[in-house]
């Protein structure tokens, strides 16, 4: 029966997206003699191979939409000479209007935020300006003034909540400009995060102190003094919920709401860092300082992987990898197309002058990036900055209020302690492993050895033989080898220790070379 060409054409397609899931071939199993080993990595391999062609179904079925990059003609065109205008000529009518200016230099330099889907965005002035947008019909659901200093802006859980951080305090308001909480406690602030995962608003204010708040309770989890200084600059890493702050020693540390000495503080810069981000994935940090490089960092194992020359006053990672610097009035677009953390030059957009760029962020599912400066907020053309394919479980930018509440009770369930924020996530649900036990001293073995064979000594009961069987000498040559069978254990352990500790002092011992070894200090024969 011949395979109807359509089919074949899908069957090839599995194919190779299993190919790509399987990551490598399957393991040769035909030397191994141990039947019951060969079995268990035989079904490993079987349930490797299901999961893989599971995997590539639901990327050909769920995920159609395939993400796009802008590509030159030739060697000698580049993308970053490519301009604005001509994506803006080039793309689709619904992609062109996300490219606009709204200019308003009464208020800047402005901040912004958005929700997990990309629905909305709130923008913050300096000078008390709050707004928050819909970013789909691009209508301003409400805007209003504070009359005083706004320094950051951050949304909560969804878009029906957004805290911002004033000129004394932290206040967190609806989208109609209802004030619902003013956050005292954590005094003047000057950057705010939000870990969607834990419910948790942490903050840094101008003393350096760090403070965690639980929204979904009203209560403080912690708050730590850094130490460090003041500093403005602070990211969440959204692979484990770890908090990074740069200071202007040129260090990062970063911090966990349990502990109050950082986890980590490594020195990343010979002066001031300005600004840092991380990957979408978690292992990799790029930070800017006043030193004038960006560098991009390994947080597997803590070392630089990229440094570029440049200075940067605000970093960000699109959800597809691609990097964000920017820095008075120029952003740059530093990509990774060949799937390697080997970023290059991508993409390059000039501001108009004298504007200066205060904020960077991507904006999720949409290939767009939106920029905060002191005239007002910009949104550009990003090609291949979005994910193409939305969870609607995860973030659905098309969810009704009834989708919302229920997403909210959902989250609520599975809201996580701020007890597994930790360096690797992967460590919750293991065995701790156990505890070698400490060796005993030489005296507690002594002291151990001398109750057992005082035990054994008073608990020694001899059977009645016949006549003759039964003299006082072979009694008591019963007797001292029932205490020397108790005594060999000990003496055991005694010799081992002995031959280890002599093995360990051979070792230490540097072997000279056949030539030398003549004129070695030779202990004198006794």
């Known amino acids: 029966?011949?395979?109807?060409?359509?089919?074949?054409?899908?069957?090839?397609?599995?194919?190779?997206?299993?190919?790509?899931?399987?990551?490598?071939?399957?393991?040769?199993?035909?030397?191994?003699?141990?039947?019951?080993?060969?079995?268990?990595?035989?079904?490993?391999?079987?349930?490797?191979?299901?999961?893989?062609?599971?995997?590539?179904?639901?990327?050909?079925?769920?995920?159609?939409?395939?993400?796009?990059?802008?590509?030159?003609?030739?060697?000698?065109?580049k993308t970053w000479r490519i301009k604005q205008e001509d994506i803006g000529r080039a793309v689709d009518i619904l992609s062109a209007r996300n490219q606009h200016d709204v200019i308003l230099p009464e208020f800047g330099p402005y901040t912004m935020d958005f929700t997990s889907s990309g629905q909305y965005m709130a923008?913050?002035?300096?000078?008390?300006?709050?707004?928050?947008?819909?970013?789909?019909?691009?209508?301003?659901?409400?805007?209003?003034?504070?009359?005083e200093t706004v320094r950051d802006v951050v949304f909560l859980h969804h878009q029906l909540f957004f805290a911002a951080a004033q000129k004394k305090y932290t206040y967190i308001y609806r989208p109609e400009g209802v004030e619902v909480h003013c956050l005292k406690e954590h005094g003047a602030v000057l950057r705010l995060q939000y870990l969607k995962n834990h419910f948790l608003l942490v903050s840094i204010n101008k003393f350096g102190q760090l403070h965690y708040e639980d929204v979904s309770m009203g209560a403080m989890v912690n708050n730590f003094r850094t130490g460090l200084g003041r500093t403005d600059v602070m990211r969440v890493n959204p692979y484990n919920g770890v908090v990074a702050l740069g200071h202007s020693g040129g260090t990062v540390t970063m911090w966990k709401?349990?502990?109050?000495?950082?986890?980590?503080?490594?020195?990343?810069?010979?002066?001031?860092v300005s600004a840092l981000a991380f990957h979408p994935n978690g292992h990799l940090m790029a930070t800017a300082g006043k030193d004038k490089k960006i560098k991009l960092w390994d947080l597997r194992k803590f070392?630089?992987?990229?440094t570029f020359p440049g200075h940067a006053k605000t970093l960000d990672f699109s959800q597809k990898g691609?990097?964000?610097?920017?820095?008075?009035?120029?952003?740059?677009?530093?990509?990774?197309?060949?799937?390697?953390?080997?970023?290059?030059?991508?993409?390059?957009?000039?501001?108009?002058?004298?504007?200066?760029?205060?904020?960077?962020?991507?904006?999720?599912y949409e290939d767009v990036l939106g920029i905060g400066h002191s005239m007002g907020w910009s949104n550009i053309l990003?090609?291949?900055?979005?994910?193409?394919?939305?969870?609607?479980?995860?973030?659905?930018?098309?969810?009704?209020?009834?989708?919302?509440?229920?997403?909210?009770?959902?989250?609520?369930?599975?809201?996580?302690?701020?007890?597994?924020?930790?360096?690797?996530?992967?460590?919750?649900?293991?065995?701790?492993?156990?505890?070698?036990?400490?060796?005993?001293?030489?005296?507690?073995?002594?002291?151990?050895?001398?109750?057992?064979?005082?035990?054994?000594?008073?608990?020694?009961?001899?059977?009645?033989?016949?006549?003759?069987?039964?003299?006082?000498?072979?009694?008591?040559?019963?007797?001292?080898?029932?205490?020397?069978?108790?005594?060999?254990?000990?003496?055991?352990?005694?010799?081992?220790?002995?031959?280890?500790?002599?093995?360990?002092?051979?070792?230490?011992?540097?072997?000279?070379?056949?030539?030398?070894?003549?004129?070695?200090?030779?202990k004198a024969s006794t």
């Not at 070392?303 to 990229?306: A, P, R, S, W, Y």
Request: glycine share 6%; net charge positive.
């Open 123 to 147: 923008v913050a002035g300096r000078k008390g300006h709050l707004a928050i947008v819909d970013m789909k019909n691009l209508e301003v659901r409400k805007e209003f003034q504070v009359r």
């Open 1 to 77: 029966m011949e395979v109807p060409p359509i089919d074949k054409e899908i069957s090839e397609e599995l194919d190779l997206r299993i190919k790509k899931y399987l990551r490598g071939g399957a393991a040769n199993l035909k030397g191994l003699e141990d039947k019951k080993l060969k079995g268990q990595l035989a079904h490993r391999e079987n349930l490797f191979g299901k999961s893989a062609k599971a995997a590539a179904k639901y990327e050909k079925w769920l995920m159609p939409s395939e993400g796009g990059y802008l590509e030159a003609d030739g060697p000698v065109e």
């Open 257 to 272: 709401p349990t502990s109050s000495a950082p986890l980590v503080k490594m020195l990343c810069h010979h002066g001031p």
């Open 322 to 364: 691609l990097l964000a610097c920017g820095t008075n009035s120029f952003v740059q677009i530093l990509s990774d197309l060949s799937g390697t953390p080997n970023y290059s030059r991508y993409m390059a957009h000039s501001m108009a002058k004298g504007y200066q760029i205060n904020n960077l962020l991507f904006r999720p």
């Open 382 to 522: 990003i090609p291949g900055s979005g994910e193409p394919n939305f969870d609607s479980w995860v973030a659905n930018p098309f969810e009704t209020s009834k989708q919302r509440g229920e997403k909210e009770v959902h989250h609520l369930l599975d809201k996580l302690p701020p007890e597994t924020i930790m360096l690797d996530p992967s460590k919750i649900g293991t065995v701790r492993p156990a505890r070698r036990r400490e060796k005993p001293t030489k005296k507690e073995r002594e002291a151990e050895m001398e109750a057992t064979l005082e035990d054994v000594k008073g608990n020694i009961t001899l059977k009645k033989k016949t006549k003759g069987r039964n003299k006082s000498s072979k009694r008591a040559k019963k007797k001292e080898e029932i205490v020397a069978k108790a005594k060999r254990p000990f003496l055991e352990d005694m010799q081992e220790e002995q031959l280890s500790r002599k093995k360990q002092k051979i070792s230490e011992e540097v072997e000279l070379p056949k030539s030398l070894q003549r004129f070695a200090h030779k």
């Open 303 to 306: 070392e630089v992987l990229q």
